[in-house]
């Protein structure tokens, strides 16, 4: 099952809702990630690599090469029905107006999600290294 990739519009408008849809909830959390679409060469598949070939020919691609941006409200495998999937392709000439409207909506919704409680975590080192402590003076 392959999903189409949203325009780049569609994209920041769903990612707005989704980090209001965080917001409003008790809790949640939003994954988001990209990399560098790379495509593969026809003559790759057929031949085998030859000594004169380069051993990585996607670290100096030709052209640049389109950007997969992908988000998620980072459902677990028990919820996977709620899991929301986003990704958008940009190409390489729409790359700085694509970041610059990406850095505002990140830098808008961040700041509406609830910081994680770590509290919890911290009491339970604070603890083992008082009880480290004391088991060194014995």
């Keep these: ?3 189409q990739h ?3 519009d569609q994209f920041f408008s769903r990612l707005s809702s989704l980090f209001d849809t965080c917001r409003t ?3 949640g959390t939003i994954c988001l990630t ?3 679409l790379s495509h593969p060469s026809p003559s790759s598949s057929t031949s085998s690599p030859t000594a004169n070939a380069a051993p990585f020919p ?3 691609p030709d052209s640049p090469l389109p950007i997969l941006v992908r988000a998620s409200n980072g459902k677990s495998k028990e919820r ?3 899991k929301i ?3 958008t392709v940009v190409q390489p000439d729409e790359l700085e107006g694509f970041y610059t409207r990406y850095a505002e909506l990140i830098k808008a919704g961040t700041p509406m999600l609830k910081k994680r409680d770590r509290s919890g975590r911290k009491k339970v080192a604070k603890a083992k290294k008082k009880q480290k402590g004391e ?3 014995k």
């Design 1 to 3: 099952m392959v999903a």
């Design 6 to 8: 949203l325009t780049i």
């Design 25 to 27: 909830s008790t809790h």
């Design 34 to 36: 990209q990399k560098r």
């Design 58 to 60: 996607d670290l100096s």
């Design 80 to 82: 996977r029905d709620r």
């Design 85 to 87: 999937k986003l990704s």
């Design 135 to 137: 088991g060194e003076k």
